[in-house]
């Protein structure tokens, strides 16, 4: 049912309902401001987390391990996650609530006039209406005037003691009066005619306009809602496939850490090239001269013939050394 | 390559690798707990927002337009998707940050025992060693002593001014040495002997197994750190689904926003059930009686005979009442 048929008489009631859609809007539009503040929020926090446990990385110049280079990749990942909730935000707060502003603002304006518009037509209308039932008054005044007039004129008309003169004056008044009357009815008549005319132009075409107008207007505010509604949900939709990758992207850093490989690192980075020190080998002092006393070959025979032996080191033909060597060259 | 091969030499270097492997967990741990304070701040507010606007909606006491109830589905939706957050930030806390602190001190107890294990055995090896230099260097003194007595003994041979009993004496005094010089190589010897068992031991079991145990260690953090950062991806993809149908039911709830649905309950919510208001009548009073007068029957043919005619109200078989009267109804 259309608002022209059906409320036609709601004027305040229609004042108050397009006022309160409007405060609805605006709070929606509030809610959304609050949403996008949140996710403004949140997003500076990921951010300042990734950049803190970055920054802290390279300043230790940590080795390329793989579990570190993982955190790297979580750490871009967790920035990328950031990023695109931050589309969200900017979306939130320049597209949706943006608009709805811009929106609540048009909505403002037209409601004004048209309410504006109604008003100064019910007001017209109401002079009308006035001017008629001051006009139909002024006919019932005169008429109860001629009335008397009639009356008085009907009791001369009896009476055997008043003089003929009397009686032709009362007539004369009466005559005089019944014409008043009859000017008065037709400036009523005028009256009323040009107030019922004006009023069907009211009724059906004037107001008809304005509440077609608020309702369309109205029904504008409701589908601008639901638009901003599905907005909400479709924009998160929209970046969905990208923070599933970012997602998929921490998962695949998890599965990229090789501990064999980090532990094998651990080899190239420290590893001497030194191999386990061998045995000590005997040195047989009481069998050689001081001068020319020389180790035995590693094994304990006990006393050997004087003689140069092959060095320890070149029997086992590798770079060997002591145990109190190796223990100088680490400490 | 393993670590027992190629790092037996590099206790030190793993002290410093596997006590950075430990703090490396510790601030990955640590960015999962601020990972999760971020997540707590985000689903706070938005459980704060939902629950704003939801109870300033009851207060008010809405009109159930289909406005309205969509924007209490958003906000249902939106306090679901919070809920699926929340899952997110118990499961960073409890469960990863959790574990990754229990598991950090199980591996700071092992990290100690087992270099506790390496320096005491290599504390024992030393010892052994020194014991051993020491009974070298027993040895070697008194030979040096026996070398002298030889020389002594030679000299006084062939020196033909000395007595028998000198010569035989010096000859006793060399036996003698001799004798404490076997006895002290024989110790040196077992000495040399028991420390290449220990230091073939030492090399061959101890430190193997240590090394070992250092290297699973030091693996199985990768392991752990790996996993954490798979978990990291996968708790988002658990909850993805879910979070999934809250954007849809945003977007469900823009769809169901009925603005034809509301502009009708707005006219059910205020219409009069009042008609609009026909002419005005011409009412005739030249014509009727003031005790008998009526209106005409809303044409205005001039004097009427006087008479009862049908009410307007009758004549338009609907409730219709005047502009002047609904103007009363409605102010």
Known sequence: MSWATALWDQLENLDKHTQWGIDFLEKYAKFVKERMEIEQTYVKQLRNLAKKFCSKQSK?????????????????????YA??????????????????????????????????????????????????????????????????????????EIDMNVTKADVEKAKNQLSAQLQVVEENKEEYIIQLQSFNEEQRKYFNV?????????????????????????????????????????????????????????????????KSGLETPGDYCFEDFSQVSARTRTSSACTINGPKLDGVLPDRKIILGKARIKLSQWKRQVQ
């Not at 230790?60 to 990328?80: G, M, T, V």
């Open 60 to 80: 230790e110049d940590e080795p390329k391990f793989s579990c570190c280079l993982s955190f790297h990749a979580i750490l871009s990942e967790l920035n990328d």
């Open 206 to 270: 004037t107001l008809v306009q304005i509440c077609q107008k608020l309702q369309e207007m109205d029904e504008r505010r409701s589908v601008t809602l639901g638009e901003s509604y599905k907005s909400l949900g479709q924009l998160e939709q929209r970046v969905s496939p990208a923070i599933s990758k970012c997602f998929q992207g921490m998962v695949n850093a998890g599965k990229s850490v090789d501990a064999k490989k980090d532990s094998e690192m651990v080899v190239q980075l420290y």
């Open 83 to 156: 990023g695109h909730r931050e589309v969200i935000a900017q979306e939130l707060g320049d597209k949706l609530h943006g608009d709805l502003m811009k929106y609540s603002q048009e909505l403002k304006n037209d409601r004004k006039q048209y309410l504006q518009d109604w008003r100064k037509a019910q007001q017209h209308i109401e002079q009308q209406l006035k001017q008629m039932e001051s006009d139909k008054k002024k006919f019932e005044r005169e008429w109860k005037e001629a009335e008397k007039l009639q009356l008085r004129y009907e009791k001369l």
